[in-house]
């Protein structure tokens, strides 16, 4: 039980911590509502789901034998958030977030959704965090291995989506304020396009121990 509580506050502590998931999900809350950054939330877990997975296969350590697969992963994921930086610097001030004036939302919400999934899943850090963090945590004396590598990725994704919907409906009451204030509008618009282009070039710059 100790080991548990041990693995959430590893968790919280990670996910707390500001990173290009956080803004977007701020960043799609505040222009697109709350439908829309649930949506990219889900996205996201969809995408730490598949971490586990990969990392239960061992991708990590293909990472590390072949170094190329890692840099185009990196690269490719770096391109993306750059792309949605790009994007927020050049959108017009918040539209209207009433559910009347809002059209296709199946198509946005899709659209939502890969944006997350894309946005985490190109992030090769997310899943040598998944690779390093977990393993810790498993005990071959407590029973099969690969059971509790699963248990452990249902933990880590349901926390993942506990914060990452917080974040979301936090995007949501921010976009609420900066209705009221266009000045405000484009202070944020700048601040989370210039901080996902940030995050772009660290990404790129990022390389593996």
């Not at 059209?103 to 899943?127: H, S």
Request: hydrophobic share 55%; charged share 10%.
């Amino acid at each position: 039980m100790a080991g548990l509580w041990l693995f959430f506050t590893a968790l919280a502590v990670v996910y707390l911590l500001p990173g290009p998931d956080m803004i977007l999900l701020l960043q799609t809350g505040a222009r697109q509502g709350k439908g829309a950054a649930l949506a990219t939330a889900a996205g996201l877990a969809i995408a730490r789901g598949c971490h586990v997975a990969l990392a239960a296969l061992g991708l990590a350590a293909l990472f590390k034998a072949a170094p190329w697969t890692f840099d185009v992963v990196r690269l490719a994921g770096a391109v993306y958030l750059l792309w949605i930086g790009i994007q927020c610097l050049r959108t017009s001030l918040l539209p209207s977030l009433n559910p009347a004036d809002t059209v296709e939302e199946k198509p946005r919400y899709r659209q939502a959704i890969q944006r997350g999934l894309l946005t985490n899943l190109l992030n090769p850090k997310a899943l040598l965090f998944c690779s390093v963090l977990l393993p810790q945590f498993i005990d071959p004396q407590a029973g099969p291995v690969l059971g509790q590598f699963a248990a452990l990725g249902v933990v880590l994704v349901a926390v993942g989506l506990l914060f990452d919907s917080a974040y979301a409906l936090a995007g949501v009451a921010l976009g609420r304020w900066l209705q009221r204030s266009p000045s405000a509008q484009r202070v944020q618009q700048w601040l989370f396009g210039s901080l996902l282009i940030g995050f772009a070039v660290r990404l790129s710059l990022f390389q593996q121990a």
